[in-house]
Structures are given as structure tokens and as C-alpha cells.
């Protein structure tokens, strides 16, 4: 038998002792810290995968509560608007009591006084209803509001520009259910909002006791208004309108009402109790609060219109667009409705989503406990094997002394 210097025995028992003992090391962490990549070298392709599913999984928790937020929101203001809805159900009964004959006028000042109530307190509801403080339903994009360009954006997805849109930009005051429900299907000023018969002034003193007055005298018999052209120059006041003008006088033909000047109507300089006001209650069932509106169609205060119900003629026109109001708020309402059930879907989705995603992310990043638990069994033997081994390699260099006599 040869023997060398070089005790390649026990320098092959130190080598694997080693192998052994580090892999014990790593089955100590796995064991310890329950997860099967602790650092980038036991698993670098799996660590980058198991980060990113991390980033979705975490992003997917956040999305899922900023979803019940939303719904939360939507709650909130769809509520507020059943309370709206509530109040034009009452002012639409209002102005079929209103509109019966049994009535006198001290009748309807009592029924209007409860109108103009209500009317106030749909408005007060649009600029208070809040939520966390800020509020919904009013419309504006001030400081005391979460709207952005009339919208609150929820991100509802784990990744950028995932979101969902609830648009709350129309307002909800009384100004501004009227003008939406009555003018909102207009998209260009220059659109017509109203045709209007105009008749000469003879022609309509034959058919009616007076032309002065339009609420006692305008005729929409078939869906058709009908006024005198005294009534049209004084309803326009030297407004540009597509009407046949003489010497800047309208004439008898067709008058054609734009949405832009019918913003001037409501705007402008109207006095209450004027000629264009006597013309809004008795078309629209609307009249101007106040002295004066505001100074352009984009300023006007929000408690500016009021349902008029003070007479006969006013009461019949509004019932029609009371509808139309209440057409209007259910409409957001089911935009809301709709919303609330999308967030539902949308939860439910991402938890299916979440929840296999860490799965999969498990199966990479988790210590399988029973592999480990049979790996440090065989390692602990592999390393007190090798330990046994290198003692008895280190001994055999015994054997060359003794054959040195020593």
C-alpha cells in the first residue's frame, strides 16, 4: 500500500463535510424562516417571479379596498338622490293638486310656499351630501371636492390606469336637475331647444282676450306654442333668433328658440314677474328666484329656479317635467346602481385572482416542509459520516511516522 504525504483521504472528508454542513445551513433557514428562497442565489429566476406575483397579490389587497371604497361612495350618493327623488315625487303630486280647478290663489301661494321648500332643500342637499368631508353631488371641481373633471376615479386593478369612472359632473341642485333634464340633450348652443309659432298680433287678439300676458295667454294646444309677435319681440328683447325679422321686428312665422338663448331667457337681466319669466312658467312650470339671475349662463346661482306652482297653467306644465326631473335623477341613480354592482364583480374577480396567484407564488417561495424535514435527517447523517471519516484519514498519517521509527 502506498502512502503519500498529501492525505488526500482527509482532505476528500473535509470536502464533503462541508458540502454537508452548508447544505444543512440552508435547510436550518428554509426550516427557520419558512420560506424555500432567502436570498437571490438559491433561486434567482424564482425570486424575481416570486416578486412580482408579491407586487400583484399586494396590489390586488389595495384594489379590493379602494373598490369598497367606491362602493361605499356610491352608496352615499345614490341615497342622497333617493332622498331627491323622494322630494320630486312630492312636487309632482304638488302640482296635480295645484292644477285642479277647486283651487283659489291663496290655495296655490300655500302649495308654492311648500314647493319652493322642497326645492331649497334638494339644492341644499346636491351642495352638502359629503363624503369624508368632500363633496359629490354639487357639481364643482373646488377644493372641497373629490371630482376631477367631473369624476372620481377609482383604481380598481393592480397596474396603472386600472380604474373605473364614476361621473357625478352634472350637479344636482335644482338649477341644475331643470336645465340638464330640459336642455341636456342639446349638445351646440345654436341647437334648437323650442319652436314657437308666432302669429300676428290680430290673429292672436281673435283667438285670445290678450296678448300682453303670456302666462294667461299662451296657447300649447297639440304640443304647439303659439304667441303673438308682440310677445316674441318683447320674450327676445332684440336677441338674434331665426324668425322672419323686419326692420328688427319679428313677424308673424316660426320662431326658433336656441339653447343658448334660452340661457339668456333664464340669465340675463330677468326681473321676477317679467314677460320671459311668465313665458318659463307657463312652457317649462319653472320660474326666477330673485331680482336678478347672475350675469352669464355659466354663473348662475344654484337656488335660482324654483317649480312653479302658483298657477293653474304653471302647475299643468311642470307635472310634464317633473318627469323629466325625476327621469333624470333615477337615471344617475341607475349609472350608480349599475357602478356598485360593476365593484362587486370586480372584488370578486380579484379575489379569485388574488388567491391563486398566491398559490402559485407559494409553491415558489414557501418551504416544503416535509422535503426539508427529510433533507436535514440526511444531511445531519452525510455530516457526522464525513466528520467520523476526516478523524480517521487524519490518523494515517501515523502510519508514515511509524515507518520512519518514530
Excluded: C, W
Aim: avoid cysteine.
Amino acid at each position: 500500500m502506498a502512502l503519500y504525504l498529501t492525505n488526500i483521504s482527509a482532505l476528500s472528508a473535509q470536502r464533503y463535510l462541508s458540502n454537508a454542513t452548508n447544505a444543512l445551513d440552508t435547510v436550518y433557514k428554509r426550516l427557520s424562516s419558512g420560506l424555500r428562497i432567502n436570498s437571490a442565489k438559491d433561486d434567482a429566476a424564482g425570486l424575481q417571479i416570486a416578486n412580482r406575483m408579491t407586487s400583484q397579490i399586494k396590489g390586488l389587497m389595495q384594489a379590493n379596498r379602494n373598490a369598497s371604497d367606491g362602493i361605499a361612495l356610491a352608496q352615499v350618493a345614490e341615497g342622497a338622490m333617493d332622498e331627491m327623488t323622494t322630494m320630486y315625487q312630492k312636487l309632482r303630486t304638488m302640482a296635480i293638486q295645484s292644477a285642479n280647478g277647486t283651487n283659489t290663489s291663496l290655495d296655490r301661494e300655500a302649495i308654492q310656499k311648500e314647493a319652493l321648500a322642497l326645492s331649497s332643500e334638494i339644492t341644499r342637499i346636491s351642495q352638502k351630501t359629503t363624503y369624508n368631508g368632500a363633496t359629490l353631488l354639487s357639481g364643482a371641481n373646488d377644493k372641497n371636492s373629490i371630482l376631477q373633471n367631473g369624476k372620481i376615479s377609482l383604481q380598481v386593478g393592480a397596474y396603472a390606469n386600472d380604474t373605473i369612472d364614476i361621473n357625478l359632473s352634472q350637479g344636482y341642485s335644482t338649477y341644475q336637475t331643470i336645465t340638464t333634464s330640459l336642455f341636456g340633450d342639446y349638445k351646440d348652443p345654436s341647437d334648437v331647444v323650442l319652436n314657437v309659432q308666432v302669429i300676428a298680433d290680430a290673429d292672436y287678439l281673435s283667438e285670445f282676450d290678450s296678448h300682453d300676458d303670456i302666462s294667461a295667454g299662451i296657447d300649447m294646444a297639440n304640443g304647439e306654442i303659439k304667441i303673438s309677435a308682440t310677445q316674441a319681440n318683447q320674450l327676445l328683447s332684440g336677441k338674434t333668433a331665426s324668425a322672419n325679422i323686419t326692420n328688427g321686428t319679428i313677424a308673424a312665422g316660426n320662431l326658433a328658440i336656441s339653447k343658448e338663448q334660452m340661457f339668456d331667457l333664464i340669465d340675463g337681466s330677468l326681473k321676477e314677474g317679467s314677460l320671459g319669466n311668465d313665458f318659463l312658467k307657463a312652457v317649462y312650470g319653472f320660474s326666477v328666484i330673485g331680482n336678478k339671475v347672475a350675469d352669464t349662463s355659466t354663473n348662475v346661482k344654484v337656488n335660482s329656479l324654483q317649480i312653479d306652482l302658483s298657477t293653474a297653467k304653471s302647475s299643468q306644465a311642470a307635472i310634464n317635467n317633473i318627469d323629466k326631473y325625476i327621469a333624470n335623477v333615477d337615471g344617475a341613480r341607475a349609472d350608480l346602481g349599475a357602478i356598485q354592482n360593476r365593484l362587486e364583480s370586480t372584488i370578486r374577480n380579484q379575489s379569485n385572482i388574488m388567491e391563486n396567484t398566491m398559490d402559485a407564488r407559494s409553491r415558489i417561495l414557501d418551504t416544503d416542509y416535509a422535503q426539508e424535514s427529510a433533507a436535514l435527517i440526511q444531511n445531519t447523517i452525510m455530516q457526522q459520516a464525513a466528520l467520523s471519516m476526516l478523524q480517521q484519514a487524519n490518523q494515517r498519517t501515523n502510519l508514515i511516522l511509524s515507518l520512519l521509527g518514530q
